[in-house]
């Protein structure tokens, strides 16, 4: 099966650059320390105790320890800095983190009873978990490049034996190996994996604090260098993901426009046949009826009460319930009764007199009468 393309975003980090020092120049003791504590007050205890174990003085050791947050117990490290050259401390300058072998695995959650053992070419360490998280010891073997393998296994049947305990054995042939990662530093050993806390890794490191302080301002640069980077990288995926699908759209919206142009004069030609027909049904069930509308609104219909001053001239059938008749009147005043007595007819919707004309005492108007729809029926044949 191929990798994913974004396997690399979702792995975070690559693996820090460490360089392992060997575990036979360091010496270690495990620590009380004070419930409650605060990683301040623990370095101050580790300082003292080292202290008190070395016959140098702090300035002249390269040391470190291992405590988890809360733990009752922190493991403590040094090595006598005139044991390593010029050219070894040199070689530092471009590693995150410098420790010995053995403290790459401290962060391993493991059974109580639990024994470690790490090869290297000259020597064997037994890292020996009692209860809690702090190992108990780190033992050491040293052997010589050219040991057999029954030398090695002599070595190793004597650690086990100084360590004590053991209920479970768990061998590393080859160093540890560190993973990658953005927050915790993590480390594989043969069958187990070490995880140490953000805030416990920076103390692994054996090198001069102030210098640690400036390494770990770079990291944490580093890192928001590379969030941004991997961010950025995520963005024009994105983006180029939306061009590819705008001109995906593209292709689709001109095809389709296509389409739509092919089908236009057939669709054009069906539109123009369906009006037709509907005009023809119009013309063949929705008949006009001009003579049932004049009278309808006849004065002799309207006003059967009173003498017929009014007179039609000419009529002319408009829309399909509208007429518009040309009248006439020797009586001005009985235009606006006439008016009444349409708009209060059932049949009758809306009822306009417009363009009155008075000349010789004869008043012409234009009246224009629209019906509700169904409200006329044709007149028998």
Same mark, same amino acid.
């Given at each position: 099966?191929?990798?994913?393309?974004?396997?690399?975003?979702?792995?975070?980090?690559?693996? &820090?650059?460490?360089?392992?020092?060997?575990?036979?120049?360091? @010496?270690?003791?495990?620590?009380?320390?004070?419930?409650?504590?605060?990683?301040?007050?623990?370095?101050?205890?580790?300082?003292?105790?080292?202290?008190?174990?070395?016959?140098?003085?702090?300035?002249?050791?390269?040391?470190?320890?291992?405590?988890?947050?809360?733990?009752?117990?922190?493991?403590?490290?040094?090595?006598?800095?005139?044991?390593?050259?010029?050219?070894?401390?040199?070689?530092?300058?471009?590693?995150?983190?410098?420790?010995?072998?053995?403290?790459?695995?401290?962060?391993?959650?493991?059974? $109580?009873?639990?024994?470690?053992?790490?090869?290297?070419?000259?020597?064997?360490?037994?890292?020996?978990?009692?209860?809690?998280?702090?190992?108990?010891?780190?033992?050491?073997?040293?052997?010589?490049?050219?040991?057999?393998?029954?030398?090695?296994?002599?070595?190793?049947?004597? #650690?086990?034996?100084?360590?004590?305990?053991?209920?479970?054995?768990?061998?590393?042939?080859? $160093?540890?190996?560190?993973?990658?990662?953005?927050?915790?530093?993590? @480390?594989?050993?043969?069958?187990?994996?070490?995880?140490? $806390?953000?805030?416990?890794?920076?103390?692994?490191?054996?090198?001069?604090?102030?210098?640690?302080?400036?390494?770990?301002?770079?990291?944490?640069?580093?890192?928001? #260098?590379?969030?941004?980077?991997?961010?950025?990288? #995520?963005?024009?995926?994105?983006?180029?993901?939306?061009?590819?699908?705008?001109?995906?759209?593209?292709?689709?919206?001109?095809?389709?426009?296509?389409?739509?142009?092919?089908?236009?004069?057939?669709?054009?030609?069906?539109?123009?046949?369906?009006?037709?027909?509907?005009?023809?049904?119009?013309?063949?069930?929705?008949?006009?009826?001009?003579?049932?509308?004049?009278?309808?609104?006849? $004065?002799?219909?309207?006003? &059967?009460?009173?003498?017929?001053?009014?007179? @039609?001239?000419?009529?002319?059938?408009?829309?399909?319930?509208?007429?518009?008749?040309?009248?006439?009147?020797?009586?001005?005043?009985?235009?606006?009764?006439?008016?009444?007595?349409?708009?209060?007819?059932?049949?009758?919707?809306?009822?306009?007199?417009?363009?009155?004309?008075?000349?010789?005492?004869?008043?012409?108007?234009?009246?224009?009468?629209? @019906?509700?729809?169904?409200?006329?029926?044709?007149?028998?044949?």
């Amino acid at each position: 099966m191929c990798a994913s393309p974004f396997d690399f975003l979702r792995s975070g980090p690559p693996p &820090p650059k460490v360089a392992f020092l060997p575990d036979a120049v360091f @010496f270690s003791r495990t620590i009380p320390v004070a419930p409650g504590a605060t990683r301040p007050e623990v370095v101050a205890q580790v300082g003292l105790a080292l202290e008190s174990l070395s016959p140098f003085p702090l300035s002249q050791l390269y040391h470190g320890y291992f405590w988890p947050t809360g733990s009752d117990r922190a493991l403590a490290y040094a090595a006598y800095r005139r044991r390593f050259t010029v050219d070894q401390a040199s070689g530092w300058g471009g590693a995150e983190f410098v420790l010995p072998a053995f403290a790459a695995v401290l962060g391993a959650e493991v059974p $109580p009873g639990t024994t470690l053992v790490l090869s290297a070419s000259d020597s064997l360490t037994a890292v020996h978990w009692g209860q809690g998280r702090v190992p108990d010891a780190v033992l050491l073997e040293p052997l010589s490049p050219e040991a057999t393998e029954e030398e090695r296994a002599a070595a190793r049947a004597r #650690l086990l034996k100084a360590a004590g305990g053991s209920t479970t054995v768990l061998d590393a042939a080859s $160093p540890p190996v560190p993973l990658g990662g953005d927050r915790d530093l993590s @480390f594989q050993a043969g069958p187990v994996t070490s995880v140490v $806390p953000a805030d416990a890794a920076g103390a692994l490191d054996v090198r001069d604090k102030g210098d640690l302080e400036a390494l770990a301002r770079a990291r944490r640069r580093d890192l928001v #260098l590379w969030r941004v980077a991997m961010g950025s990288v #995520l963005a024009c995926l994105l983006m180029g993901l939306g061009e590819v699908a705008l001109v995906g759209a593209g292709l689709w919206q001109k095809t389709r426009i296509s389409k739509v142009a092919a089908q236009k004069p057939t669709v054009s030609r069906i539109m123009d046949e369906q009006e037709l027909a509907g005009r023809i049904e119009e013309l063949s069930t929705k008949r006009l009826l001009p003579l049932e509308m004049i009278s309808a609104v006849s $004065p002799e219909s309207a006003l &059967p009460k009173a003498p017929p001053a009014i007179q @039609f001239l000419s009529a002319t059938a408009g829309a399909l319930n509208t007429i518009q008749i040309e009248a006439q009147t020797g009586n001005a005043g009985e235009i606006a009764g006439y008016r009444t007595a349409l708009e209060q007819a059932p049949g009758v919707d809306k009822v306009e007199i417009r363009d009155q004309r008075a000349r010789d005492n004869v008043v012409t108007f234009t009246l224009i009468v629209t @019906f509700k729809p169904g409200a006329l029926a044709p007149a028998a044949s």
